[in-house]
């Protein structure tokens, strides 16, 4: 039962608050935060994640588009710990400079209708961020760690896979959110590539040939990437130009790049 001053879920922030303790405590010990890590919860809504976050690392910053929410998170808090509440869509927030120099530690329920920007924007500042633990659709969660092969396998799974170690950790049923989404959900575990392990070549690029590869999935490489890179091109990074993008592992799109590159494209 809904309490009679429980904020109404809003549909165009994508707004399901999860309420199960049982998952709640899985989601905490999943995180482990520790006193003196820099935690910031993107979307707190009503808390439920927020409070016991707080409880465990003393100090958070949570970053909250529905003002309604905010003083009433503000004042469940006062008790528990140090809370910072920055009024943004996250979208417009400078993550880098949010970390001042020390590592930042990402946790949230994500809103499902702008999960995919919310992560690219993450990964912008990948640099400055420890590690990340979001909720997704569970669909999402599948494509971010597909294999190449598979149908999942795409844009994100290449771009997320490229800069993080991606690890599924837990499936969410959707009678644990208020309102229950039509969706399964899970948690997800990201964590930035050291910058030794990253490709050493501009991800722009990367971007480019990926999203073309990957924009006309039925056709093969060498028409899908047409005015980006030659058959011969395609040929030289050792990537069949007769293939089709769901089969090119993400290393691959680095070798093409690199050969591009090379060659002042």
């Known amino acids: 039962m809904t309490h009679p001053s ?30 003196g890590q820099q935690l910031v919860e993107i979307g707190p809504g009503e808390g439920a994640l927020t409070l016991p976050l707080l409880r465990a690392a003393g100090k958070l910053t949570a970053i909250e588009l529905d003002r309604d929410l905010i003083e009433p998170l503000r004042a469940k808090a006062q008790a528990v ?21 020390a590592p930042l530690r990402l946790v949230g329920n994500l809103p499902y209708n702008i999960s995919t920007p919310i992560l690219f924007h993450c990964l912008e500042h990948a640099a400055a961020v420890a590690d990340m633990h ?21 844009r994100l799974s290449v771009m997320l896979q490229l800069r993080c170690t991606v690890e599924p950790l837990l499936h969410v049923p959707p009678g644990a959110f208020r309102p229950p989404p039509k969706v ?14 990253l490709p050493q070549v501009d991800f722009a690029l990367i971007e480019r040939l990926v999203r073309a590869a990957f924009g006309q999935r039925r056709k093969t490489l060498s028409n899908a990437l047409s005015g980006l890179a030659s058959a011969a091109e395609l040929d030289d990074a050792g990537i069949d130009p007769r293939a089709r993008a769901e089969c090119v592992a ?14 002042g494209r």
């Open 134 to 154: 979001f909720m997704l659709q569970k669909e999402v969660v599948d494509r971010m760690a597909a294999a190449p092969g598979s149908k999942t396998y795409g």
């Open 81 to 101: 710990g140090e809370l910072t509440i920055i009024s943004a869509d996250i979208l417009a927030v400078d993550i880098t400079a949010l970390a001042g120099g």
């Open 250 to 263: 993400p290393l691959a799109f680095v070798t093409l790049a690199q050969h591009l590159a090379a060659r």
């Open 184 to 197: 399964d959900s899970e948690v997800v575990r990201l964590t930035p590539l050291p910058a030794a392990a």
């Open 6 to 35: 429980a904020h109404i879920p809003r549909k165009r922030f994508g707004q399901h608050f999860l309420h199960d303790q049982g998952i709640l405590h899985r989601i905490v010990e999943c995180v482990a935060p520790q006193p």
